[in-house]
């Protein structure tokens, strides 16, 4: 290959401009993103045209199904998913997505997403698996095992995954989308590089995505320690990818580089291994080379994972071209729905039932009000990137996906001819002159259900958000509906956590569905229904008020937080969020008993044995998630209040008693000290174990780690 054929490799372009596509040939472009159907085989075919014919790796963002596709299966955002606790659930959308990611001739997705949601003002919330880093890497994990499953990637079954943003993303000051993220390197350690270390060991990831920001000063896609180092020390064998167009950032936005070209230099030496976007970053490299500030063997080095993967794909063999005469059948394959259904299924969240106002007995032909603007609005229940590259399709009124049912549709397809629906009012507009109207229908009831939330104005990359109250006029809606005295059932059909206390307060019912795909109104209606135990819990917490943020259940204690752990929080507020991480309601009750540990005392090399019972006191068989936590009591550094380390999500059948058993390694319970070691301190830990992060669902005990045990030592 020639030096010029070599950097070429390095460059993806998106392929809805002219003049990226332009210079395919001229440069040997190696990657293509966001193309649309059967473009990747003309593209792929012009490739083949060049000197050496170099097949081209089409990468996309099928983030929660391949959903820019239209006709594809179309599951739950992350966030959504994430309240399943189910990696089954998780890994099967991996799996889905892959076959109809590589039906229609792409080979590589951007996801998943390991930021932690800890600022719902940020616009992004939704693309990530909720506030615990620990989880997130968890649900990662099986996410990767459904994309890349068994690694073999000529096989239509699997595509090259995508860990990002590397690192810290989720954590940017104020929840401000790619602005810096002020965290030391300890704390980096301690939670918020281990979900990618786990992706890499474990999951064999194949590639990674530099973060947009920088954390303390230095932009991640200039950083060798980062890009090089980090995932050196945990044997990589993957490859990193920047983000959009960050070389051209390190310039211009975050100007740590005179020009772009100076940009191209320093993401070469970070060890970025392609080039997201940056089209300067082709002619400026080949400059550098040419003056010698970077070597031919960099270059070497930087592509030959990339040339490796195109081997592995297949793509110089009988997988280069795509038969699009089967990717109908693929894309939105009947069992593909029924995955997105279990998944919307165990995604919903029952946080309020006062007086068991719901499941609704169906044959009592209640007259019922459906109202609210997300309770028939495709663009709020599908969420973020669903509506094409560019997300250019939403505003088309014609524009519907496949298999989409609305919250309206399944209720009314659930209950019959007893349904009634005004919209209420916009989600946006404050104008209210529906209001009246639909308190007038809401008297003529017996019960009324309001889906109220956000929309995709108001989320996403660009949009976070500094007022997480219900926006246009759905409070004054929600009061209106109040006022009439009839039952109030309130479904939030949101991207993130809103400040919903007035909800809390006066709704007598409240099930939090985030944005449940395609199949989301089916799976809302038989959850009203009864037909659908609800069995998930929050991965995130909902704040009382947008100043509270951030707010998680695994902070640290204030100083004067006190004895009893109480989060120090406000004085003007309540002190904690509305809803907490872990909670969540299901039709039937489960009691908690009988916390044991095998041993009281742990080495290096051993496991915790814990077992709990759970008793299904009520009348329904239902699913519980059972949760573990621990607290260093007494540390050489600070440390969160409790951290989830194990959890099981578990059927038990009415009247029935299960012991749930968890073993956890001795290094689940190791810190970062000062000297930035991973140690195991040995002395006093507390265990707790129950049904949310709260307390008081929290059986206690304590065990004891004998001797100090140094792990490593992190650099
Ligand atoms: C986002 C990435 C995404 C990329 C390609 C960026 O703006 O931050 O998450 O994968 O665009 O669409």
């Known amino acids: 290959m020639t030096i010029e054929e070599k950097v070429g490799q390095m460059i993806q372009l998106s392929a809805s401009e002219k003049k990226n596509l332009d210079v395919l040939e001229k440069w ?5 993103l966001h193309c649309k159907g059967e473009q990747n085989n003309d593209l792929q075919k012009r490739a083949e045209h060049t000197r050496l014919g170099i097949p081209l790796i089409f990468g996309i963002d099928a983030i929660h199904g391949h959903c820019f596709e239209n006709g594809a299966t179309i599951f739950p955002t992350q966030l959504a998913m994430s309240c399943s606790w189910n990696t089954d659930v998780i890994r099967a959308c991996g799996e889905v997505t892959a076959k109809e990611v590589k039906a229609t001739g792409f080979h590589w997705t951007f996801s998943p997403v390991l930021c932690a949601g800890r600022d719902t003002r940020w616009g992004r919330i939704d693309e990530t698996f909720g506030e615990d880093a620990w989880l997130c890497g968890e649900f990662a994990l099986a996410m990767i095992e459904g994309y890349q499953g068994n690694g073999d990637f000529s096989s239509d079954d699997n595509i090259l995954a995508c860990g990002k943003h590397f690192v810290a993303y989720g954590e940017t000051i104020g929840g401000r989308d790619a602005y810096d993220t002020f965290i030391p390197k300890r704390e980096l350690f301690a939670h918020f590089l281990p979900p990618f270390e786990k992706i890499v060991k474990k999951g064999k990831v194949a590639t990674l995505m530099a973060a947009y920001q920088a954390i303390d000063g230095v932009p991640c896609s200039a950083s060798g320690w980062l890009l ?5 020390s945990w044997n990589m064998d993957g490859w990193i990818v920047t983000d959009w167009d960050n070389i051209r950032s390190l310039h211009l936005n975050q100007k740590v580089a005179e020009n772009e070209k100076h940009a191209a230099y320093l993401g070469i030496k970070a060890g970025n291994n392609m080039i997201m976007t940056t089209f300067s970053f082709y002619l400026n490299t080949l400059e550098l080379i040419q003056e010698g500030k970077v070597q031919k063997s960099e270059i070497d080095e930087l592509i030959s994972p990339i040339l490796r993967d195109k081997f592995r794909l297949g793509l110089f063999d009988e997988n280069r071209y795509k038969d699009f005469s089967q990717a109908s059948t693929i894309l939105g394959a009947s069992e593909h729905w029924t995955q997105s259904l279990e998944a919307s299924n165990e995604s919903l969240v029952l946080l309020q039932n006062k007086n068991g106002i719901l499941p609704l007995n169906k044959d009592d032909k209640k007259k019922i009000l459906v109202t609210g603007p997300n309770a028939d609005d495709f663009v709020a229940q599908l969420g973020d990137w669903s509506f094409g590259e560019g997300q250019s399709y939403m505003h088309d009124p014609n524009f519907q996906r496949k298999e989409f049912v609305s919250v309206l549709q399944g209720i009314q397809e659930e209950f019959g001819d007893t349904v009634v629906y005004n919209k209420g009012c916009d989600v946006i507009d ?12 809401a008297q003529e009831s017996d019960i009324v259900i309001t889906v109220v939330g ?3 104005s108001q989320h996403g990359e660009f949009y976070d958000r500094a007022n997480l109250n219900l926006s246009g006029a759905q409070e004054d809606l929600l009061k209106a509906l109040k006022k009439t005295g009839k039952p109030l059932i309130v479904i939030l059909v949101s991207s993130k956590p809103l400040s919903i206390p007035w909800i809390k307060q006066h709704a007598d019912a409240l099930l939090v569905a985030f944005n449940p795909g395609s199949k989301g109104g089916v799976s809302i209606a038989k959850t009203l229904s009864g037909a659908n135990n609800p069995s998930g819990k929050l991965t995130i917490s909902f704040p009382h008020h947008v100043g509270q943020l951030p707010v998680y259940y695994n902070s640290y204690d204030g100083w004067h937080a ?17 809803f907490v991480f872990g909670e969540g309601m299901s039709y039937t009750t489960f009691t908690y008993n009988n916390l044991k540990l095998t041993s009281t005392e742990i080495s290096a090399g051993e496991m ?7 008793t299904n006191t009520g009348n329904k068989d239902g699913k519980e998630i059972i949760q573990v936590y621990y607290n260093d009591v007494y540390s050489s550094v600070t440390t969160p209040i409790k951290e989830l380390c194990a959890y099981q999500k578990v059927n038990i059948a009415k009247g029935e008693t299960k012991t749930v058993e968890f073993e956890i390694p001795f290094e689940e319970f190791s810190l970062v000290n000062e000297k930035l070691e991973e140690v195991v301190e040995e002395g006093e830990f507390e265990l707790f174990v129950g049904a949310s992060s709260k307390n008081e669902d929290l059986l206690k005990s304590k065990f004891i780690v004998r001797n100090t045990q140094v792990l490593r030592k992190l650099s």
């Open 28 to 32: 040997n472009i190696g990657s293509y």
């Open 228 to 232: 090089k180092d980090i995932p050196a």
């Open 430 to 441: 404050t104008t209210n002159e529906d209001i009246e109207e639909t308190t007038r229908m």
């Open 454 to 456: 956000d929309t995709k």
């Open 562 to 578: 006190g004895e009893h752990h109480l989060r120090e929080g406000y004085h003007d507020i309540p002190a904690d969020p509305t």
């Open 608 to 614: 915790l044995k814990v077992s709990v019972d759970i």
